[in-house]
C-alpha cells in the first residue's frame, strides 16, 4: 500500500504551515513588521506558493484573523444567550484568550487598524456577541437601534478593558478589577434591553 501523500494533502499541509507560521510572526512582531519572505523562510518554502494559495500579504492576514477569531469561538459559550451567566462565563472565557499576546496582537491591535473597523466587526466573535444582543429586538426601529448601539458599546468596551489588561504591569490586579466591573455592567445589561 503507498503512503505517498496526493497533490491535495501536500496543498492543504503547505497551506496549514503557511497559516501556522503566519500567525505565529504576526503574533511577535506585528503585521507592519512581518514580510512573506520572513513568513516563507520561517516554513521553509519560497514566497511563491504562499502568494499562490494566499494571493497576497494582506489576504494571508485576513486568513489568520478568521481561523483566530474561529478559535475563540470555540471556547466561548454555545449558548450565546444573554443571560448574566452565560456573559459573564463568555467574558472570563474572552479574558483568558486575551492572555495570549499573539491574540491580542492580531485580533485586538492589528486587525481593526489593517483591517478596518468594518472587517473586524464582520469576525465570527464579533457577529455572535453581536447577535446574542440583537435577539432581543422587539422589532421596533427604536428598540433595533438602542440593541444596536449597545451592541457596539459592550464590544467596544471588552476590546478595551483586554487591551488595558494587557498593557499593565499588575495583570492579575487588572484581571480582578476588570472581572468586578464587567459583573456589574453585565447585570445592568438586562434592565437595558427591556
Known sequence: MS?????????AETQSLVLESACQLFGEKGYADTSVADIAKDCGLTTRPIYH???????????????????LMEKLNPMLELSEESMLYNWRAFMDYCDDPHFRQIVLIDTPK??????????????AAHDMI???????????????????MIISALTEAALLIAETDNIEMARQEAERLATQIIKQIPLVVK
Not at 494559495?53 to 478559535?71: D, I, P, R
Not at 489593517?114 to 457577529?127: C, F, N, Y
Not at 440583537?134 to 457596539?152: I, K, M, T, Y
Open 134 to 152: 440583537l435577539q432581543q429586538a422587539d422589532g421596533s426601529e427604536a428598540d433595533q437601534f438602542r440593541l444596536e448601539l449597545l451592541s457596539r
Open 53 to 71: 494559495y494566499y494571493g497576497n500579504k494582506l489576504a494571508l492576514f485576513k486568513a489568520v484573523t478568521e481561523a483566530m477569531s474561529l478559535q
Open 3 to 11: 503512503t505517498r501523500r496526493t497533490q491535495a494533502e501536500r496543498r
Open 114 to 127: 489593517i483591517l478596518g473597523r468594518i472587517e473586524w466587526q464582520a469576525s465570527p466573535s464579533v457577529v
